[in-house]
Nanobody, 122 residues
């Protein structure tokens, strides 16, 4: 089993930055597909970014503004979010998939964190 704990969310003004962290425990996730998803009120959970053996990939809505990275020594994945917009407001979830190749599909992920709230004011 893998446990994931997100942190770093908060309230920020439009144009600001936040860095989310996802600390994994239970297993080493260096070979896992690690993704970030988000869910805004009344909307479905959507893909944001993923890092895997096959590369890193981003949703078009965040490309050029968000950066996903991992520190295998700390068993932690990060999401650096710059130039934040009000439409980025959502609960952000970290997810792990015991496969090396990237997936954009939330149904293919095995483990999820509890989420961290990001609110961007205009």
């Amino acid at each position: 089993q893998v446990q994931l704990v997100e942190s770093g969310g908060g309230l920020v003004q439009s144009g600001g930055s936040l860095r989310l962290s996802c600390a994994a425990s239970g297993r080493t996730v260096s070979n896992y597909n690690m993704g970030w998803f988000r869910q805004a009120p009344g909307k479905e959970r959507e893909f944001v970014a993923v890092t895997a053996w096959s590369g890193t990939y981003y949703a078009d809505s965040v490309k050029g503004r968000f950066t996903i990275s991992r520190d295998n020594a700390k068993n932690t994945v990060y999401l650096q979010m710059n130039s934040l917009k009000p439409e980025d407001t959502a609960v952000y979830y970290c997810a792990a998939r015991a496969q090396r190749f990237a997936s954009y599909d939330r149904n293919e992920y095995d483990y999820w964190g509890q989420g961290t709230q990001v609110t961007v004011s205009s």
